[in-house]
């Protein structure tokens, strides 16, 4: 008799348990919901988009260094780069038009994307793991380029072609939208 009082009780306690889960689980549904509505009216009210107020970019690991760029002839501040153990970000000190020539055809086609190929290259002949290869985001605020964030640059070779690249492209397109 004792024994089917108790496994009475335990029925008891567990559906109370389903019932409670149920109710948290509505709750947490509840709170994502409302998250996301807030989080959508931040980065439409933002003037800054919601990805530049993360400062570090995310998954590039530990900080190594900082370095500005500079221009060869006048020595003029371009942007900076923070080199991290697992990518970079680059900042120009002045936004510009996503649609310039030189950002465009030559450092985001040319330089970012055919080093994305050649490794999607490498992935495909399972060479290299997709979490490995080379892959960059243009951050933009409106039209505007603010920032360039680039994962696995994977060697100082490459990683001083494209600091050498974004000074040459920074040079131009500052020097066209500066109107000089």
């Known amino acids: 008799m004792d024994n089917a009082v108790d496994v009475k009780r335990l029925l008891e306690l567990r559906d109370r348990l389903d019932s409670r889960i149920k109710e948290l689980q509505e709750e947490l549904d509840l709170l994502n919901e409302v998250k996301s509505v807030i989080d959508s009216i931040i980065k439409s009210q933002s003037i800054v988009p919601a990805t530049e107020l993360i400062s570090k970019p995310q998954d590039l690991g530990r900080l190594v260094e ?6 060869r002839v ?17 900042k120009p000190i002045k936004p510009f ?10 450092f985001r086609d040319k330089i970012l994307e055919g080093f994305k190929q050649e490794d999607d290259k490498l992935v495909k002949d399972g060479q290299l793991r997709r979490e490995e290869a080379f892959s960059y ?6 039209d505007n380029v603010v920032g360039i964030v680039i994962k696995n640059y994977r060697s100082d070779e490459r990683l001083r072609e494209i600091i050498r690249a974004a000074r040459w492209m920074l040079e131009r397109v500052l020097k066209e939208e500066g109107g000089e």
Request: charged share 35%; aromatic share 8%.
């Open 66 to 71: 900082t370095r500005e760029i500079r221009s």
């Open 74 to 90: 006048g020595n003029e501040l371009l942007g900076t780069v923070e080199i991290y153990e697992n990518g970079m970000s680059i």
């Open 97 to 106: 038009n996503k649609d310039n020539t030189a950002f465009r055809r030559f």
């Open 137 to 142: 985001e243009v951050r933009l605020d409106g």
